[in-house]
């Protein structure tokens, strides 16, 4: 019954911007950090950032911080990812996280010229 649906991705240019978000279901939302992951042909899904459920603490990957912003709207069970300042290696499948147990089917992200 739990659910994370990914939406938001697409092509850019490098120096533009993009927002994901994430839907969520099926689960006490508020209660839970969520996460977003990305995942580059042939390298390990890494964690790009974290955001407690009250929404009052957040954390980032090194290589985003400072362009990336994540953020939630608990009332409408939604986390989304603010990417600012994108460059060709932010292209990656982006996935939302619960725990590290429930994930979403992901959403492309290139950044091209």
């Known amino acids: 019954q739990v659910q994370l649906v990914e939406s938001g991705g697409g092509l850019v240019q490098p120096g533009g911007s993009l927002r994901l978000s994430c839907a969520a279901s099926?689960?006490?939302?508020?209660?839970?950090?969520m996460s977003w992951y990305r995942q580059a042909p042939g390298k390990e899904r890494e964690l790009v950032a974290t955001?407690?459920?009250?929404?009052?603490?957040?954390t980032y990957a090194d290589s985003v911080k400072g362009r990336f912003t994540i953020s939630r709207d608990n009332a409408k069970k939604t986390v989304y990812l603010q990417m600012n300042s994108l460059k060709p290696e932010d292209t990656a499948v982006y996935y939302c996280?619960?725990?590290?147990?429930?994930w979403g089917q992901g959403t492309q992200v290139t950044v091209s010229s």
């Open positions: 955001i407690t459920g009250a929404g009052g603490v957040t």
């Open positions: 099926g689960f006490a939302f508020s209660s839970y950090a």
């Open positions: 996280n619960c725990r590290r147990i429930y």
